[in-house]
Nanobody, 124 residues
Framework: QVQLVESGGGLVQTGGSLRLSCAASGRTFSNYGMGWFRQAPGKEREFVGAINWTGVSTYYSDSVKGRFTISRDNAKNTVYLQMNSLQPEDTADYYC?????????????????WGQGTQVTVSS
């Protein structure tokens, strides 16, 4: 089992920044690819980005590419999502997830463990 706890959400103005954290406990964190997803009210959960088990490789959805950055610190069992130039359409609950597929994936079904989510609201 891997337990994931997100933090760092909140209210921010358009153009602002936030950094989300996801702390992992349980099985060896460095064995897992990690992903970030988000879900806006009334919408399906969508892929934001993912990072491989070493942290060398990352990829993002087109909607956040160039604005969001994922990183991880395996010594701290934590993955981060740095969000810059936030827009109202980024408002959502943000979830981190762990996948036994070490490269991570844009497919929700590839993830074995999920956090409880943290809310991000971007005001216009």
């Amino acid at each position: 089992q891997v337990q994931l706890v997100e933090s760092g959400g909140g209210l921010v103005q358009t153009g602002g920044s936030l950094r989300l954290s996801c702390a992992a406990s349980g099985r060896t964190f460095s064995n897992y690819g990690m992903g970030w997803f988000r879900q806006a009210p009334g919408k399906e959960r969508e892929f934001v980005g993912a990072i491989n088990w070493t942290g060398v490789s990352t990829y993002y959805s087109d909607s956040v590419k160039g604005r969001f950055t994922i990183s991880r610190d395996n010594a701290k069992n934590t993955v981060y999502l740095q969000m810059n130039s936030l827009q109202p359409e980024d408002t959502a609950d943000y979830y981190c997830a762990a996948s036994s597929y070490q490269y991570g994936s844009s497919n929700r079904d590839a993830y074995d463990y999920w956090g409880q989510g943290t809310q991000v609201t971007v005001s216009s």
